[in-house]
């Protein structure tokens, strides 16, 4: 095995659940986020000398690149941002089976709302969110300033919680109604 084969499964393949999450979130499509990822790991391993720091900010910051070019090809209206409305979040707690049933709605409904986010906000959610990635890290893998970063994450929560709260909405009038 080359050395340059074994620096990349060791610096770059444990991060390709972290990559194809925020490719899915972005494409919103399971296939289109496999290509997405394919092409960024082609390039990452193309690339594996430039590797400056850590592995996992470098690989997203490659996803993210290759999912901008894939969606400015195939959906430029995707990229486009919006503004809203604050709104809070309810957690629950407790884990009876009807809190478990509500919250696999909630799920349901929380994935729902972030696949409405346009792509921009969408990114900031999952890297910060669900990659649990720093300010610092984020603003790297975008290439804007954390200000923004932090600007596109006030704004996706608004967005966010906006959007569930349209939703909850619906989904109250379509069973009471």
């Known amino acids: 095995m080359s050395d340059r084969r074994l620096k990349f499964e060791q610096l770059v393949l444990p991060h390709l659940d972290a990559a194809y999450n925020l490719a899915r979130w972005l494409t919103r499509n399971d296939h289109d986020a496999h290509d997405v990822v394919q092409e ?10 430039g590797l400056r720091g850590e592995a996992k900010p470098w690989l997203l910051t490659l996803v993210r690149n290759s999912c901008m070019t894939w969606l400015k090809a195939n959906r430029p209206a995707e990229l486009q941002a919006i503004d809203s409305h604050a709104a809070e979040l309810v957690l629950v707690d407790e884990d009876t089976p ?5 919250r696999e709605v909630d799920r349901r409904m929380l994935n729902e709302a ?8 969408r990114e900031a959610l999952v890297l910060r969110e669900l990659d649990e990635m720093s300010y610092k890290d984020i603003a790297r893998i975008t290439g804007v300033p954390a200000g923004t970063v932090m600007s596109r994450l006030a704004r996706a929560r608004r967005l966010l919680a906006t959007s569930l709260r349209a939703i909850r909405k619906a989904s109250t009038q379509r069973v009471h109604g």
């Open 114 to 121: 972030l696949a409405a986010l346009p792509a921009y906000f």
């Open 98 to 102: 009807e809190t478990i049933s509500l």
């Open 40 to 49: 960024a790991a082609l390039r990452a391993f193309r690339f594996l000398d």
